[in-house]
């Protein structure tokens, strides 16, 4: 009882701090963007998008419908941490936005170094949300609430880093996330998994049991993607002709990886019934690849073919290499984000290289300008810009494998945290499951029934 108590306190006064600290830092730091002004807000090409804030509010409410109900609802299918992986999902994503419109900001602060928002913004935080939450996937079930906060505590200023690499300076196109959002998160999180690994494979299997009830929750989840995705995805696109583009190619995209779903499962799988966790790996899976390429595209049928190839290529990992990464890489991946983030992002991006170097203003038009600004002024090759795709690739993988190592390994003990340090303590301490955290209702009021 007491070490729950202790337990207790010790989230408390965190978010206690950490809340106190971003409070003092808005105060110094942030201001409302002036509804007649040319400020930047935190978003990368925000000149180019619409000045309007009420045109922007729905951008930002679909993408914050998906964070809390899509990623909050898949990540309850493990039996003994349903409710506690919605609540952490929460709690992420409270934290995550607040810190993110300050770690973006550091990049983007305007002549009199002040951080202006607006709802664009918010979506470019969402977006960081996204990034936060696939990586939590990684090592859910295995941390507790205070080092999920100490993670995002750490990677969000590496995926502000990252992103602004990426888009300001070598100036890659990734407007729906298959770089910064899925491959960014996906081996941040795995590595920061590789380094909280210990030799309990008995109690991770016991973890990894689902049951009917979250298998509904990750249902709703699955449908809360179809429905709110394809806006987030296109959230950071131009809004003249390239907007509809990016959603139609993921619709598409939808459609194929689901349906190729269920040609490959009953191959792989020797009872041939269909989980519903494939199914949600196949929704993941196709915006994964469509992030880069989703406003690329200018035929349906190129859509169809990269989801149809995403499913299949999140199936076959999820069948041959999970097993791999589990016993030879030492590394645990709860939630499988590198079959349903990670391979489809780079397959994306892949994807995305091809078509920058394919692309034309007779393929593109007007588009051009909007989707490779540097190739329509000249100052790119096509080639030149497909190299930089791909170059833009390697530089996430190492910042995401260099973030994630120093995340688990070196920067807890730097810091002196004494409570609840990232690697694991003992079994019991890491593999509490939902009973355990999380009091059932009315059990923690008094008088409560």
């Given at each position: 009882m007491a070490e729950r108590a202790a337990a207790r306190l010790h989230l408390s006064g965190l978010c206690f701090f950490?809340?106190?600290?971003?409070?003092?830092?808005?105060?110094?730091?942030?201001?409302?963007?002036?509804?007649?002004?040319?400020?930047?807000?935190?978003?990368?090409?925000c000149s180019q998008r619409d000045p309007s804030p009420t045109l922007g509010y729905p951008r930002f409410r679909d993408a914050h419908l998906r964070a809390l109900l899509g990623f909050g609802f898949l990540l309850a299918f493990l039996s003994r941490y349903g409710v506690g992986s919605v609540a952490g999902s929460l709690l992420i994503v409270a934290f995550t936005i607040q810190w993110a419109i300050l770690a973006q900001g550091l990049f983007y602060f305007s002549q009199n170094s002040k951080i202006y928002v607006s709802t664009q913004s918010m979506v470019s935080a969402d977006f960081c949300t996204a990034a936060i939450l696939i990586s939590t996937g990684a090592v859910l079930g295995r941390v507790n609430p205070i080092q999920m906060l100490l993670m995002a505590l750490l990677e969000v200023p590496l995926f502000a880093c990252n992103e602004y690499i990426l888009r300001s300076i070598l100036g890659v196109s990734d407007s729906g996330g298959s770089l910064t959002i899925h491959t960014f998160g996906a081996y941040f999180g795995l590595t920061v998994s590789r380094a909280l690994h210990q030799p309990h494979e008995d109690k991770r299997k016991e973890q990894q049991d689902v049951g009917h009830g979250p298998d509904v929750f990750a249902v709703v989840g699955t449908i809360c993607l179809w429905i709110f995705w394809p806006s987030f995805a296109s959230a950071t696109t131009a809004h003249d002709s390239a907007e509809p583009w990016a959603v139609l190619n993921l619709y598409f995209s939808l459609a194929a990886s689901t349906l190729a779903t269920f040609i490959l499962s009953p191959i792989l799988y020797e009872e041939g019934t269909l989980q519903v966790a494939q199914l949600q790996d196949a929704t993941l899976a196709s915006t994964a690849v469509m992030g880069m390429a989703g406003e690329m595209l200018s035929t349906p049928f190129g859509a169809l073919t990269a989801g149809f190839l995403a499913s299949q290529l999140s199936l076959l990992s999820s069948r041959f290499l999970s097993p791999i990464l589990r016993s030879r890489l030492k590394?645990?991946?709860?939630?499988?984000?590198?079959n349903v983030h990670g391979l489809p992002g780079i397959l994306g991006t892949f994807l995305g290289t091809l078509?920058?170097?394919?692309?034309?203003?007779d393929v593109f038009g007007d588009r051009l300008q909007l989707v490779f600004p540097l190739v329509a002024d000249g100052s790119r090759t096509t080639a030149e810009q497909a190299q930089w795709q791909l170059c833009g690739l390697v530089v996430t993988l190492l910042l995401a494998?260099?973030?994630?190592?120093?995340?688990?390994?070196?920067?807890?003990?730097?810091?002196?945290?004494?409570?609840?340090?990232?690697?694991?303590?003992?079994?019991?301490?890491?593999?509490?499951?939902?009973?355990?955290?999380w009091s059932p209702r009315g059990a923690a009021r008094p008088g409560g029934r």
């Amino acid at each position: 009882m007491a070490e729950r108590a202790a337990a207790r306190l010790h989230l408390s006064g965190l978010c206690f701090f950490l809340q106190l600290l971003t409070i003092v830092l808005f105060a110094t730091f942030v201001r409302y963007s002036p509804e007649s002004s040319n400020l930047c807000s935190t978003e990368p090409r925000c000149s180019q998008r619409d000045p309007s804030p009420t045109l922007g509010y729905p951008r930002f409410r679909d993408a914050h419908l998906r964070a809390l109900l899509g990623f909050g609802f898949l990540l309850a299918f493990l039996s003994r941490y349903g409710v506690g992986s919605v609540a952490g999902s929460l709690l992420i994503v409270a934290f995550t936005i607040q810190w993110a419109i300050l770690a973006q900001g550091l990049f983007y602060f305007s002549q009199n170094s002040k951080i202006y928002v607006s709802t664009q913004s918010m979506v470019s935080a969402d977006f960081c949300t996204a990034a936060i939450l696939i990586s939590t996937g990684a090592v859910l079930g295995r941390v507790n609430p205070i080092q999920m906060l100490l993670m995002a505590l750490l990677e969000v200023p590496l995926f502000a880093c990252n992103e602004y690499i990426l888009r300001s300076i070598l100036g890659v196109s990734d407007s729906g996330g298959s770089l910064t959002i899925h491959t960014f998160g996906a081996y941040f999180g795995l590595t920061v998994s590789r380094a909280l690994h210990q030799p309990h494979e008995d109690k991770r299997k016991e973890q990894q049991d689902v049951g009917h009830g979250p298998d509904v929750f990750a249902v709703v989840g699955t449908i809360c993607l179809w429905i709110f995705w394809p806006s987030f995805a296109s959230a950071t696109t131009a809004h003249d002709s390239a907007e509809p583009w990016a959603v139609l190619n993921l619709y598409f995209s939808l459609a194929a990886s689901t349906l190729a779903t269920f040609i490959l499962s009953p191959i792989l799988y020797e009872e041939g019934t269909l989980q519903v966790a494939q199914l949600q790996d196949a929704t993941l899976a196709s915006t994964a690849v469509m992030g880069m390429a989703g406003e690329m595209l200018s035929t349906p049928f190129g859509a169809l073919t990269a989801g149809f190839l995403a499913s299949q290529l999140s199936l076959l990992s999820s069948r041959f290499l999970s097993p791999i990464l589990r016993s030879r890489l030492k590394t645990e991946d709860t939630c499988g984000v590198h079959n349903v983030h990670g391979l489809p992002g780079i397959l994306g991006t892949f994807l995305g290289t091809l078509l920058a170097a394919l692309a034309t203003a007779d393929v593109f038009g007007d588009r051009l300008q909007l989707v490779f600004p540097l190739v329509a002024d000249g100052s790119r090759t096509t080639a030149e810009q497909a190299q930089w795709q791909l170059c833009g690739l390697v530089v996430t993988l190492l910042l995401a494998a260099l973030g994630g190592g120093l995340t688990g390994e070196f920067q807890p003990r730097a810091l002196n945290i004494y409570i609840y340090i990232y690697r694991p303590q003992k079994p019991n301490e890491t593999t509490k499951s939902d009973a355990e955290r999380w009091s059932p209702r009315g059990a923690a009021r008094p008088g409560g029934r």
